[in-house]
Structure formats: structure tokens, C-alpha cells
């Protein structure tokens, strides 16, 4: 706190000044400056850090997860001919509407309870590392073909049902994404599920307006759909499931297998 630490705190690897007992000059030479001169704010302000890095981490794995799967599944239609997936409108809606707010929702996502428990991270660990790259691959590899399966099963058909199918599940799948992306190799459903209000808010929204979408007539001639039946729900939301179903073996399976390794 006084003149005479100034040059101590330059050495120091993380130098922490006094904000209201300690000189001008060592609050220009700390790293971090306590405003209430109480050490434990350290503490509190390491969990937000920690907390805010692992938000940027579910922001980037969902948005890049959605792009990938959006591209994949576009490219892969017109290698086989298959119907095209995703009408302008639609991708339109899935850009604004599906992954807008509940990526926003995940960028401020509290600190996990058990956030202060992890490992520290190295100071050049990158955002992307390989296990993410691998399961965002993974993630939109799945995405991509369960909805190509439903092109190829109503192909011979109605374009539109096709699209129409292709388009609910992909915005589904975008939901359940944010909740994968933001397990941290927990699972899926585990305590800290529900902690995010406005995630599950986004959630709910998304999936309103995607049923408006489908069958509410004017947003039927807006956004290119038809109606579905429950039996069509049903498949829909069965290749969304089983994402879920998959993402949850996989944890299981490699905690087994490699029980200390990361699994985000």
C-alpha cells in the first residue's frame, strides 16, 4: 500500500494494490486494485473471471456448433439432391431467433457452484481446444445427419413437409445444443440444470414460436411450412432426443474409460 511496494508489485506475478489505503503510484503498478481493501473480494472476483471465460466458452461451442451444422446440412442436400432443408426465410429464423437469445442467455450464465473447484487454467490455453473442436465436429456431424435422414425419408413426397421437418429439428436441435454445450461433461440434467432462468425462458420461447411457425397460417405462408402431425412431431423431436440420448453415453462412457481427462 505504500511507495516503497511499488516495485515489488511490478515483480510480482499478479501484483494487488490497496484501493483506498494505498498510494497513487502502487495502484499504477498492481495488476488488480482492491477497491474495498478486503482480500477476500480476490476470491470473489476470480470466480466471476472463471465464471465469464466459461460463458465464452458455451457462447462460441453453441454459435460455431449451429454454423457448422446449418452449412453441413445445406451441402450435404445438394450432394445427394435431396430437397433444400432451410428456405432463406428459415435460416433467417434460426440465425435471429434460435441462436440468437439463447446464446446471449448463455453468455450470462452465473457461476457454477462448483466453478472455484476446477483446475486453474494456463495463461495460453486456447478458447477452441482440440477436445472442443472434436465435439463440436461430432455435435454438428449428428445435427447434419439426422436431419438429412428426414429429407431422404420424405423425399419421394412433399418438398415442403420435407423442409418443413428438416427445419423444425434443426431448430430443435438448437435447444437442446445449449443445454449440451453448457454441461461442462456433467450431463445434460444434473443440479446446476435450471440455474439459468433465462436460458430455460429462451428455450420456451423458441419452441412457441417454432409451433406458431408451423401451424398458425399467415406464419405459414411467411416462413414456407406446413402442418405437421403428432406422428411428424414425433420424428422430429425423436432425432433431437436421441442427440441428447448420445451426448449422455458418451459422457458415461469416456468418464469410464479416461476418468482424468477433460471432458469440455
Partial sequence: DGVNDAAALRRAEIGVAMGITGTEVTKEAGDLVLADDNF?????????????RSNIVHFVRFQLTTSLAAVATILTARILDLPVPFSPIQILFVNIIADGPPAMSLGVDPPAPDVMKRKPLGRT???LTGTR?????????????????????????????????????????????????RSDGRGVLHRYTFTNGAL????????????????????QKLFDTVGLTWGQWGQCLSVVGVLLIVEEIWIRVRKRIWPNTSLT
Fill in 200 to 219: 430455460w425462458l429462451t428455450i420456451g420461447g423458441v419452441a412457441l414460436l417454432q409451433v406458431v411457425v408451423v401451424h398458425v397460417p399467415f406464419a
Fill in 125 to 127: 490455453e486456447p478458447i
Fill in 40 to 52: 477476500a473480494t480476490i476470491v470473489t472476483a476470480v470466480e466471476r473471471g472463471r465464471a465469464i
Fill in 133 to 181: 473442436l472434436r465435439r463440436i465436429l461430432a455435435t454438428t456431424a449428428f445435427m447434419a445427419a439426422g436431419v438429412i435422414w428426414l429429407l431422404a425419408r420424405y423425399r419421394t413426397g412433399n418438398d415442403q413437409l420435407a423442409s418443413t421437418m428438416a427445419f423444425t429439428t434443426f431448430v430443435f436441435a438448437q435447444l437442446v445444443n445449449a443445454l449440451v454445450v
